[in-house]
């Protein structure tokens, strides 16, 4: 079955810098394209960033542009997010997902990110 398991959160500084992880299994990884969602404390869950299946185009939401870059290693089936710069206002659980084409989509359970110092 499919799993997605994000990994690499954690208390950080303003500032400072971390990087997601997200384990795929359970489909062929080298033919969808990924994202990273967040959701913080008492909002709704936000779309972050997208990566073509070959990693040749990248979309962000505006907020993070500039900071996060995400990348993918399909020989490992792992899509990842780098955040740099980063801001209280990025404290949030990190999601990624898939949708595959039979238009199930599939979320892991998420890590969290505390920015705060």
């Known amino acids: 079955q499919v799993q997605l398991v994000e990994s690499g959160g954690g208390l950080v500084q303003p500032g400072g810098s971390l990087r997601l992880s997200c384990a795929a299994s359970?489909?062929?990884?080298?033919?969808?394209?990924m994202s990273w969602y967040r959701q913080a404390p008492g909002k709704e869950r936000e779309w972050v960033a997208h990566?073509?299946?070959?990693?040749?185009?990248?979309n962000y939401i505006d907020s993070v542009k500039g900071r996060f870059t995400i990348s993918r290693d399909n020989a490992k089936n792992t899509v990842y997010l780098q955040m740099n710069s980063l801001k209280p206002e990025d404290t949030a659980v990190y999601f990624c997902t898939v949708m595959l084409r039979s238009g199930a989509v599939y979320w892991g359970k998420g890590t969290l990110v505390t920015v705060s110092s």
């Open positions: 990566i073509t299946n070959t990693g040749g185009t990248t």
């Open positions: 359970g489909f062929t990884f080298s033919n969808y394209a």
